[in-house]
């Protein structure tokens, strides 16, 4: 096969890639691209490791009497799901049967595993990992710009920003190559990162190239409300803009108003005097004042809060005073995580949504969408629930009996993932599709083996919102399928009404309709139409005659709300759900490593990666380390109400001594997540994975590197 | 219900809004009676407007906009007839309350000096106090031609006062009489290293010297009169010198009124339908004269009356004993156990580091494994964290002594020369690219960036380790040449 342009199967920056099919495996390089400028992080170098894993699924699975998986056929896989499925939906309602996807999946699957869950199925219970990820920014910037879209302009055009504020976010981590776009900033003293860490980003502001606040872990929303006073009190807002451009700015005054900087130096720990810096830096580089452009920006460590959706909207809040949003060279914008984290909350699975970022209690929607799929709009069910409470009712009384899973690890990556593996093992029925067998995988009763990035075609929406064709480069393994081809043959045996094309372009121009009016409209966009210009952003809407040019930037002409004006949203700190106190007196903060993905299912089967990264640690700050007799290499315990949590000590000063740090990538006792707190925002259903209060205490038992396996692969009869 | 609330400031203001958010059973039609005719303000605030820090009307508060609430600007509370549980206004206006609650705040204590006509009611020219935006506002505009100010009292207030008139560029002597500044937080020492940071912020503290007269000729302030007779000309003087509850009202309806209308622990007096809270109330413990805790009290009472408890953070408002200094340049932070009055508790474990040169005194108090008490001058992000670890209770450190400190930046000092580096110092982090690994492409023939790159993909992830690799290349390059020079040597 010939050299496949295609994009890597990581983050949402989606790096360009080339992959060259040789016979002793495919090779991967750098290709350029406005984004990753030719750059690869080690994942995406070592990205093909995962096309040969050994453990790659290649045969269906049935869980047998003997309680084990064995292989089965394609024929009695389905056969059974549909079966179950079906005997299930008869006894208990449709309902009993949920789907749970992934923000990984192409535009393509999103689209379908959607359609499939409401027309296939019938059931109103499907969501996404993207609940885990991308819910608040969503929630927030639907309701103050009126659509979301992570960044509402191409990402290059931060690098000619002269301040930009980076909030919750370690890209220099999690996506490297979009360091470059910093430089600007970087070079005129201007970029401003706040961590509770000393974050690889927070060390990009070192030696003058800008400031580092390191709050106190829960704070962020008070320290965006103290920027935002200062901001008002000092008059450096940008009063056309607010006149003209936005509405409810008083009631967001009012409250910002008792947040004075002496007053956030308090609760957040950060110096009033860093405060009022801060917010001048990003005034003096605002357009109103003749500044070269700022940029706030968001990350999962201000969103997976309970105070989330708060928390951006005092970010856009920040924005809208300085003017930002709408104006070229300037801005707000989420940096969105998974590698489709955008598109997979536009085509429909989420609980609450229908293709083309449709609510799904819209009667225009449900009629425009019905009609598309070629069914009455009243059988389209209604409004699900969101993720967290969705895993929490499994197995219990109404709540679903069986679970069909795609593209997620819920066992590592859920928030009190001890409990979610309650909730999964109360099943039914589960059902997980993937590449590997995945945590999630090993205790399914059917697993069923699917195709992986480079052997399929599709579509996926990166953080900027511009839509990227994936292609294939080479042949699946001879047992994996399409979920395209599985929910045919699924939908056939359901005797589902509507079309079910194995054919991701057919797919494709389907979504198109689907989306056709919708806040996300893809109708004017095609796989031909892609493949001929790789830099169309949506919306992108069909048209009688030149094709629509796509939308790089959105808002300069207004905003999309009724009124066209951005809103203030009035919010107010209430503080973590878990707070530290006298029995958990130590903040925990999640976060990534470099080399490794959401809950490692691909990365912990590469090599490369497990070598320079094999396990999880704990970063904790030498008095903490003292004061509990911890040295380096200690085996560390953190405990909670909800658990207990056992991984290396890695004795650091980058992190306030009142917070340890887990990334977490790893399964078992190193899994951070059997802490972390399922509590959630009241908007957007998003749990606190960012905050939670635990004990720090140093294990008992002697340190065993190897017990914390650096390759977990279990065998899978194949 | 009615619910009327006496006093539309800060507290008041906050108090209504809180129960109207709380109160989703619409059991409540509020009633706020206020005597300013302006729009709420932000008195904590004051400061800064006199520091110009702050625009006049940036420190005002939007007023809630709700069905259920109406407020009365510029009227006044006449009296309150507990039994028809009426409040009367000055224009003889009378509302019903089912419940009242009492936010009339504190005036500023004007001291019994010759020459400010006490009793009269009438400062003279050239004198004020700060505790309304008409006090700031006349202040403002009497730096413009002031000469000398003189801030008589440093405690919280007057030392920002004398900060903001110092920034308006007025030179300023501040007086105090006890001997330490903001004694109620501040121990002789810690003043001491308050005093000498003052001077280099155009203030002159004179501690130990009370004020005696103000001497005041047609009808204007020309100077004080010191303990002593030395007199300080001047034609400004803000007075800052403690408050007063404001307790009239609530005395003249029969209500028991020390320092300030004593309350329960709910904010309620004696009659169960009267609270009071702000710096009108004397709650159990004291009134601290701090905004937090008239909020603190607003929240709690408004969750009483509704019957509601929505999730708040713990300390929210800044735990009620944290005094933060708002002024430019003096960095002045204390809780809980501070000042040189305080009793020695032998549970306690007190800790100091003194830099007065610096200007530089941060002191701990530690009890069992909390903070119970800190005072910092000069100590940045250190009284940060400080306030951090008092305010949540998070554990101290096994040695208290490093609360005193921050920790030393975390970047380790960036090696002189490449050679200085370890063989497993990372170079391309996105990579995971050692320095031997570049060493080894090196010994292969990768002799540029791009070669080093194609070997071992160093600086193809962010792109910011180039430098550092063509410092190695260029280290690599010359230890081989001089490698090869000595071998070529003749022996």
């Known amino acids: 096969m010939e050299a496949v342009a295609t994009h890597c199967p990581y983050c949402a920056l989606q790096c360009a890639q080339t992959l060259t099919p040789t016979p002793a495996g495919v090779g991967v390089a750098g290709r350029d691209f406005p984004t990753n400028r030719g750059g690869l992080c080690q994942k995406g170098w070592t990205s093909a490791s995962v096309l040969r894993a050994p453990d790659r699924l290649v045969t269906p699975l049935v869980r047998g009497a003997d309680g084990e998986l064995g292989p089965a056929t394609w024929v009695e896989a389905l056969d059974l799901v549909a079966r179950r499925f079906s005997e299930i939906r008869a006894r208990h309602g449709a309902d009993a049967v949920a789907v749970f996807g992934g923000g990984g999946l192409t535009n393509e699957k999103a689209y379908q595993l959607g359609k499939f869950a409401r027309i296939a199925l019938g059931t109103a219970n499907i969501d996404y990992n993207g609940r885990f990820c991308m819910s608040s920014a969503a929630a927030a910037a639907n309701r103050s710009l009126g659509v979301d879209r992570g960044l509402p302009f191409p990402l290059a055009d931060i690098g000619g920003a002269a301040a930009v504020l980076l909030l919750g976010s370690n890209l220099a981590e999690t996506m490297p190559p979009a360091v470059a776009h910093l430089s600007g900033a970087r070079a005129a003293g201007g970029l401003v990162v706040v961590d509770p860490r000393v974050s690889a980003t927070a060390t990009l502001t070192e030696n003058g190239q800008g400031l580092h606040l390191q709050p106190v872990p829960g704070t962020d929303l008070v320290v965006l409300l103290g920027l935002l006073h200062v901001v008002l009190a000092e008059g450096l807002a940008d009063r056309a803009y607010v006149d003209e451009r936005t509405s409810g700015a008083d009631d967001a005054r009012r409250l910002a108003a008792a947040w004075w900087p002496e007053r956030v130096e308090q609760v957040a720990g950060v110096p009033a005097a860093l405060l009022r810096e801060t917010a001048r830096l990003l005034a003096a580089a605002s357009p109103s004042r003749g500044g070269a452009g700022a940029y706030v920006l968001t990350g999962r460590g201000v969103e997976q809060s309970v105070q989330g959706t708060a928390t951006v909207n005092a970010a856009i809040n920040l924005a809208l005073a300085l003017g930002l949003p709408g104006r070229l060279g300037s801005g707000y914008g989420a940096v969105t995580g998974q590698g489709n984290g955008q598109g997979g909350r536009e085509h429909g699975q989420k609980s609450d949504q229908l293709p083309g970022y449709r609510m799904i209690d819209d009667p225009a929607a449900r009629e425009h969408v019905a009609a598309v799929w070629g069914v009455d709009p009243a059988t389209i069910p209604g409004r699900g629930r969101p993720a967290v409470e969705l895993l929490d009712s499994l197995g219990r009384a109404g709540g679903p009996r069986a679970l069909l899973v795609h593209g997620a690890n819920l066992r590592v990556s859920a928030p009190h993932s001890t409990h979610v593996a309650d909730r999964l093992d109360a099943l039914d029925l589960l059902v997980v599709c993937d590449v590997v067998p995945s945590e999630t995988a090993q205790r399914a009763d059917v697993v069923l083996p699917v195709l992986q990035w480079a052997e399929e075609e599709g579509t996926m929406t990166s953080l900027e919102g511009r839509v990227l064709r994936r292609r294939k480069a080479v042949e699946a393994p001879s047992g994996a399928r399409s979920e395209l081809w599985v929910w045919r043959e699924l939908a056939t045996r359901l005797g589902a009404p509507g079309t079910w094309d194995t054919d991701a372009a057919a797919v494709f121009d389907e979504l198109a309709r689907a989306s056709a009016g919708g806040r996300a409209d893809y109708s004017g966009l095609s796989h031909a139409r892609l493949d001929a210009e790789p830099d169309l952003h949506w919306p992108c809407p069909a048209t009688e005659g030149e094709p629509h040019p796509g939308t790089p930037r959105l808002f300069l002409d207004g905003f999309h709300t009724a009124d066209g004006r951005a809103r203030f949203v009035a919010v107010d700190d209430r503080g973590p759900a878990d707070d530290v106190r006298a029995d958990a007196p130590i903040h925990l903060v999640t976060g990534r490593v470099l080399q490794h993905y959401q809950s490692g299912a691909q990365t912990r089967r590469v090599e490369d990666l497990v070598t320079a990264s094999p396990a999880a640690f704990v970063e904790l700050h030498p008095v903490l380390a003292d004061r509990h007799g911890v040295e380096p290499g200690d085996l560390v315990t953190l405990t909670n109400a909800r658990g207990t949590v056992t991984a290396v000590a890695r004795i650091t000063d980058a992190i306030r001594p009142d917070t340890v740090f887990m990334p977490f990538h790893w399964p078992g006792e190193q899994n951070v997540n059997r802490v972390t707190n399922d509590a959630t925002d009241p908007v957007s259903g998003m749990p606190e994975f960012k905050v939670c209060a635990v004990t720090v205490a140093r294990a008992d038992l002697p340190a065993h590197p190897e017990a914390a396996g650096p390759l977990l692969i279990t065998e899978v009869p194949a | ?491």
């Open chain 2, 1 to 491: 219900m009615r619910l009327v609330v006496i006093g539309n400031g800060m507290v008041g203001s906050r108090f209504a809004e809180d129960v109207l958010a709380r109160d989703d059973a619409g059991k409540y039609d509020v009633t706020v009676i206020g005597d300013e005719a302006c729009e709420t303000y932000n008195r904590v605030l004051l400061s800064e407007v006199v520091a110009g820090r702050q625009d006049l009307a940036a420190i005002t508060l939007p007023v809630l906009a709700h069905p259920r609430l109406s407020v009365l600007r510029g009227v006044s509370a006449a009296a309150i007839d507990r039994e028809d549980r009426v409040v009367v206004t000055t224009e003889g206006n009378r509302h019903r309350y089912d419940q009242l609650v009492l936010a009339t705040g504190a005036s500023a204590r004007i001291p019994p000096l010759e020459g400010l006509g006490l009793g009269s009611g009438a400062l003279p020219l050239g004198v004020h106090a700060l505790r309304s935006i008409d006090d700031a506002r006349e202040i403002v505009a009497a730096t413009l031609n002031s000469r000398r100010a003189v801030v008589l009292g440093a405690g919280v207030l007057g030392v920002e006062a004398a900060s903001g008139l110092a920034q308006r560029g007025c030179p300023v002597t501040i007086i105090h009489p006890a001997d330490a500044l903001m004694e109620r937080q501040l121990d002789v020492s810690a003043s001491t290293v308050l005093v000498g940071a003052m001077p280099g912020f155009g203030i002159h503290p004179r501690v130990g010297v009370g004020a005696e007269a103000a001497i005041v000729a047609n009808g204007r302030l020309t100077g004080i009169r010191l303990t002593g007779g030395e007199v300080v000309e001047s034609d400004l003087l803000v007075v800052a010198t403690g408050t007063v509850a404001n307790t009239s009202l609530a005395a003249a309806a029969g209500l028991a009124c020390e320092r300030g209308i004593v309350t329960d622990a709910g904010s309620a007096t004696a009659d169960g339908r009267i609270f009071a809270i702000g710096d009108c109330a004397q709650p159990p413990g004291g009134g601290t004269g701090l905004v937090a805790q008239g909020w603190d009290q607003a929240r709690a009472l408004a969750e009483r009356l509704t019957g509601t408890v929505a999730r708040g953070r713990a300390g929210g408002a800044g735990a009620s004993d944290v005094v933060r200094v708002k002024a430019h340049g003096l960095d002045v932070v204390t809780m809980g156990v501070c000042g040189g009055s305080r009793p020695t508790d032998p549970e306690q474990r007190t800790l100091s580091l003194s830099d007065p040169a610096a200007g530089r005194h941060i002191e701990v108090v530690v009890e069992g494994d909390r903070l119970v008490g800190a005072t910092c001058i000069g100590a940045g992000q250190v009284a940060a964290d400080l306030v951090a670890a008092y305010t949540r209770r998070t554990p101290v450190p096994r040695d208290p002594a490093h609360l005193l400190l921050a920790t030393l930046s975390s970047a380790p000092p960036a090696p002189s020369s490449p050679g200085d580096l370890a063989d497993d110092a990372a170079v391309c982090r996105c990579n995971s690219v050692t320095k031997a690994d570049v060493a080894r492409a090196h010994s292969r023939g990768a002799h540029s960036v791009a070669e080093v790159a194609r070997e071992t993909r160093a600086t193809t992830g962010c792109g910011g380790c180039k430098d550092e690799v063509c410092g190695l290349l260029a280290w690599l390059g010359s230890r081989d040449e001089a490698r090869l020079t000595a071998t070529a040597a003749p022996v």
